[in-house]
Antibody, heavy 120, light 107 residues
């Protein structure tokens, strides 16, 4: 059974940094595109970033480009999101989501989410 | 960026009624459109992939249709457990985008 477990969320001041992790199990991790999707309190879903199975290709939403970095360690079956220069509007639950073999795919597994709160 | 516009934003429905949610894309996306259900305090759950393909384990009362720019999620004979938010998502091009969501409430 595929499992995705996020960690690393918490309270951080504006301008601060945080690194999220997503530990994957039950799948051949390096075969799949992975993404981060966030949800601000009481709001809808927003795709944040995606990475190819090899880690060679990455994509970002304009709202986080230049501030967030997605990467993966396939030897540890773990996905990461390094978040710098955090803003109040980055406050959200962050989900990691498993895609398909390519980017043109749906998200068939989601983690439970980790809450990031940016506030002074 | 491809904008997905869902309607309605909110729907209050009695059990056994039929629910129809629409998702309109700002440009043609073929059938690269997927639907998710999110119950309160839970992660999203995939309902329909590629506009109309069913997902194993999802009740048959959920179905999808459409292609190009206009898509529909239909819930036949709504059950109390279907109270949730529903989102469409396009994987045709970057940035990947979601619709704004439709909240379905049970009367």
């Amino acid at each position: 059974e595929v499992q995705l477990v996020e960690s690393g969320g918490g309270l951080v001041q504006p301008g601060g940094s945080l690194r999220l992790s997503c530990a994957a199990s039950g799948l051949t991790f390096n075969n799949y595109v992975m993404s981060w999707v966030r949800q601000a309190p009481g709001k809808g879903l927003e795709w944040v970033s995606g990475i190819s199975g090899s880690g060679d290709s990455t994509y970002y939403a304009d709202s986080v480009k230049g501030r967030f970095t997605i990467y993966r360690d396939n030897s540890k079956n773990t996905l990461y999101l390094q978040m710098n220069s955090l803003r109040a509007e980055d406050t959200a639950v962050y989900y990691c989501a498993k895609g398909g073999y390519s980017y043109a795919s749906y998200f068939d597994y989601w983690g439970q989410g980790t809450l990031v709160t940016v506030s002074s | 960026e491809i904008v997905l516009t869902q309607s309605p934003d909110f729907q209050s429905v009695t059990p056994k009624e039929k629910v129809t949610i629409t998702c309109r894309a700002s440009q043609s996306i073929g059938t690269s459109l997927h639907w998710y259900q999110q119950k309160p305090d839970q992660s999203p759950n995939l309902l329909i992939k590629y506009a109309s393909q069913s997902i194993s384990g999802v009740p048959s009362r959920f179905s999808g249709s459409g292609s190009g720019t206009d898509f529909t999620l239909t819930i036949n004979s709504l059950e109390a457990e279907d109270a949730a938010a529903y989102y469409c998502h396009q994987s045709n091009s970057f940035p990947l985008t979601f619709g704004g969501g439709t909240k379905v409430e049970i009367k």
